[in-house]
């Protein structure tokens, strides 16, 4: 009688697997397949572990995707140890920017009903803000507007990144056909732009941003003086 070789692949024990290690796995998958496609059995697999154990972790796939999103607004909104409030904040952005660039699915957590509690991953900024004599409901508001400006910067060039720089070129020769006889200013204009960067325009906004806040904040201290 021929008794065929069975292998076994040596498995984790139960809940062996860090917590570090299951979001990891999480957010590789998310990457891989999107949020909405992501299942526990996936997680497992990309873990190399039980589906079972990872239960020790989570109770259900809802409750691993608000352990992601935290994980992920974390990653994004850590303090970067600038000397200023508005070195920070720039920091913030641009880091915020890089990550979500490198990452486009996590955007998607960010739906998620379940609140996050906002501020809690950037003390320093908050603590700069408020040091300079910003209410801390003002810095909250602020800090709270700097994160949607980025991700919303983001989202808008992750979905045109692609067919940007034609539809810039397209938009640019237009306008040089159409509006020299209408607008002049604005034909000039665009003859001046080579081209457009997106990593430029990001900067741009933030900093213009950043520059409201100050002069709103200088305004304000000097009406109160």
């Given at each position: 009688m021929i008794?065929?070789?069975?292998?076994?692949?040596?498995?984790?024990a139960r809940g062996a697997t860090t917590r570090e290690g299951v979001l990891e796995a999480a957010l590789a998958v998310a990457d891989d397949m999107g949020v909405h496609a992501l299942t526990v059995r996936a997680v497992a697999r990309h873990a190399d572990t039980p589906p079972m154990s990872l239960y020790?972790?989570?109770?259900?796939?809802?409750?691993?995707?608000?352990?992601?999103?935290?994980?992920?607004?974390?990653?994004?909104?850590?303090?970067?140890?600038?000397?200023?409030?508005?070195?920070?904040?720039?920091?913030?952005?641009?880091?915020?920017?890089?990550?979500?660039?490198?990452?486009?699915?996590?955007?998607?957590l960010f739906s998620r009903r379940k609140p996050h509690a906002p501020g809690l991953e950037s003390e320093r900024v908050l603590?700069?803000?408020?040091?300079?004599?910003?209410?801390?409901h003002n810095a909250v508001a602020i800090l709270a507007s700097a994160r949607l400006l980025s991700?919303?910067?983001?989202?808008?060039?992750?979905?045109?990144?692609d067919s940007f720089t034609m539809r810039f070129d397209?938009?640019?020769?237009?306008?040089?056909?159409?509006?020299?006889?209408?607008?002049?200013?604005?034909?000039?204009?665009?003859a001046e732009v080579p081209h457009l960067d997106l990593s430029e325009n990001f900067d741009h906004a933030a900093?213009?941003?950043?520059?409201?806040?100050?002069?709103?904040?200088?305004?304000?201290?000097?009406?109160?003086?």
């Open positions: 008794v065929a070789n069975k292998t076994k692949r040596a498995q984790r020790s972790h989570f109770s259900n796939r809802a409750e691993l995707l608000d352990l992601m999103r935290a994980e992920v607004a974390r990653r994004l909104f850590a303090d970067s140890n600038r000397e200023t409030w508005q070195a920070e904040m720039l920091g913030l952005c641009h880091q915020i920017r890089h990550i979500l660039l490198q990452h486009p699915n996590w955007i998607q603590l700069l803000m408020t040091g300079e004599g910003m209410s801390s991700i919303g910067l983001t989202s808008i060039e992750l979905t045109f990144r397209q938009v640019k020769r237009r306008t040089e056909e159409a509006f020299a006889d209408y607008y002049p200013v604005t034909r000039a204009a665009f900093r213009a941003f950043i520059a409201g806040v100050e002069a709103t904040a200088s305004r304000s201290r000097k009406s109160t003086a």
